[in-house]
């Protein structure tokens, strides 16, 4: 074989093993790309990434499963001393359940119903009984589910873009994920007012009323994630020490009162009552403009779901996180097998015609006795620890 023969075979082999690399890193970045969640160890952390930015890092079934098994190998791991849940993207740390999914997938698989919120519900408890440090970085978007992976861990970082709600009446549903036991236990009756009506809180207000633990300016995350993952064999107190440090150096809005301040004493009141009927008429006898809004804001939602999110709120008081998400996952598959949940999801999320037809449609067609159906006991169905 000539020199020149073997220079055109050795060029054709380079090529052919650049192709090789070309597409093997295509398919790494494709799959990249599939991956929902991306957990993996760095530093002294296991992270946790929630990864479908462009549903605002909705939760599937998948990424519940995923996180669960490796949050357990992480407890396990005497390398991994603390872990940390962030959202890819700037708009969302985690926007909920993907519950327009859940919601037609039912429709031809009833299991799902069942499967997605007991395991939703069994994540939301591993995290608050999690051995290791857990820190939650809420920036951006953070509803439903996603309160759910993040509440229940031992330290929550808000920013000045976070943007918390508990919106599930607006759906037909009510504010899951252990929102019976962490509403409740806010300042005054605010966990009440805020999971009957959806209200939405923002940046540092997501700290002021007790959803985070911390905040810090969203420019400063990216360091404060880098200074975590440095430490050496962490225990909580450095861990908080960090956190802290961040916290107390943040000015932005740190002389801003708290948006709802003013009205506290009132929502204390309103919301004290034992029925929805008289929340209403309390704010109809207010008749102030920020009650009116309240209640033209809580007459668009679910009768059903109001009624369910206020009983919920006052059994949750008195039960451990357990507890609570035992009963809710009763609730839950209730309203699965309801009317509401479903005809919330489309009005909202699939023909977003924001015209609910809700059934009943009105607070005195709501029953004791239908209440009491709700949260009735699954017998061996239940949710058990």
């Not at 809580?298 to 206020?310: A, H, Q």
Request: aromatic share 8%; proline share 3%.
């Amino acid at each position: 074989m000539g020199s020149r023969e073997l220079c055109r075979l050795m060029s054709r082999f380079n090529s052919f093993r650049r192709t090789n690399i070309v597409l093997q890193h295509l398919r790494m970045s494709k799959h990249t790309d599939a991956a929902e969640v991306l957990l993996e160890r760095k530093g002294c952390a296991g992270v946790i990434t929630l990864n479908r930015p462009k549903l605002l890092n909705a939760l599937t079934f998948n990424m519940i499963r995923q996180i669960y098994a490796q949050l357990k190998k992480w407890e396990q791991d005497p390398e991994t001393f603390l872990i940390i849940i962030k959202g890819a993207g700037e708009k969302a740390f985690c926007a909920g359940g993907d519950i327009r999914v859940i919601s037609e997938t039912g429709k031809t698989n009833q299991k799902i119903f069942q499967d997605f919120f007991r395991e939703e519900y069994m994540l939301n408890n591993a995290i608050d009984s999690c051995q290791k440090p857990y820190v939650a970085l809420i920036h951006g978007i953070t509803m439903g589910g996603g309160v759910g992976v993040s509440v229940h861990g031992q330290f929550r970082v808000a920013t000045e873009k976070s943007l918390f709600a508990m919106p599930e009446t607006a759906i037909g549903l009510f504010p899951d994920v252990g929102g019976g036991y962490f509403l409740p236990r806010l300042q005054g009756k605010l966990g009440y007012f805020l999971a009957l009506t959806g209200f939405r809180l923002k940046g540092r207000d997501v700290y002021t009323a007790g959803i985070a633990t911390h905040f810090v300016d969203s420019e400063k995350l990216g360091m404060l994630k880098e200074d975590l993952l440095a430490l050496k064999s962490p225990s909580s107190e450095n861990i908080a020490d960090v956190l802290e440090t961040y916290h107390t150096k943040s000015k932005i809005d740190q002389d801003k009162s708290f948006i709802l301040e003013e009205h506290m004493d009132k929502i204390n009141s309103w919301f004290s009552a034992n029925t929805v009927e008289q929340i209403i008429e309390n704010l109809q006898q207010d008749g102030s403009s920020f009650a009116l809004e309240q209640l033209k804001v809580i007459n668009k939602m679910s009768p059903t779901s109001l009624k369910i999110t206020l009983r919920q709120l006052m059994e949750g008081s008195s039960k451990t996180l357990q507890e609570v998400l035992t009963m809710e996952y009763r609730l839950s598959q209730a309203c699965m097998g309801g009317h509401d949940f479903h005809e919330g999801v489309r009005a909202v999320l699939i023909d977003k015609d924001q015209s609910p037809k809700w059934k009943p449609a009105d607070l005195k067609e709501v029953t004791d006795e239908d209440l009491n159906n709700y949260f009735k006991s699954l017998g061996s169905n239940d949710l058990k620890f």
